[in-house]
């Protein structure tokens, strides 16, 4: 992190000692957080929006996203190795653009041609249906449905988690992924066979 350090959440749920905060902000400052930012926040609010950017926009939005887009353009005729790169390699160059300047700078960083598209296609893949069902799924973190079904697994011995892993690693651009990133030299190695 070069001197820089990293934001840091803090929260407080019970202060039995009365410097429950004191000795959180000085655990922020230790590991760097001081030097970046500190945002107080409180656990209830942390774990929901942490569940929801996960499930939602991270890992679930942005994987179903990525396969559709692949699937869409394999079904269309085009080769898969062209569809992988389109769709999931150049991903990378567009999320570090946003997450070094924001939306805007990746706007402002990618063609004309790019951000002119995504202003015109964004909103009919993301509309306000896709919103309606992103409350859904805030509406089940909040209640308590996902974690219900998070436990079942659990206990169940991770069958459901376990048949969702292989489904998602047999997806075509699974398999097309792992024969291109074979050949690239430039990719860290996985360190999972699933990697």
Known sequence: ?????????????????????E?????????G????GIIETNFRQECETDLFGEQ??????????????FETLVQAGYQPE?????????????????????????????????????YLSGPRVIDADTKKRMEQILAEIQDGTFVKRLVANVEGGNSELE???KKNAEHPIEVTGKKL?????????????TA
């Open 1 to 21: 992190v070069k001197g820089g350090g990293v934001p840091c959440l803090v929260a407080v749920h019970q202060d039995a000692s009365g410097k429950a905060m």
């Open 23 to 31: 000795l959180g902000l000085s655990y922020c400052s230790a590991i």
């Open 33 to 36: 957080g001081g030097r970046s």
């Open 56 to 69: 939602a926009v991270l890992c679930g939005g942005a994987t179903e996203l990525v396969q559709a887009g």
């Open 82 to 118: 062209v569809a992988y790169f389109e769709v999931l390699h150049e991903l990378k160059l567009i999320v570090d653009l946003m997450y070094e300047g924001g939306i805007a700078r990746m706007n402002y960083s990618v063609s004309d041609t790019a951000e002119f598209g995504g």
């Open 163 to 165: 048949a969702l892993r």
């Open 181 to 193: 990133r074979d050949l690239m030299s430039w990719v860290d190695r996985p360190i999972t066979e």
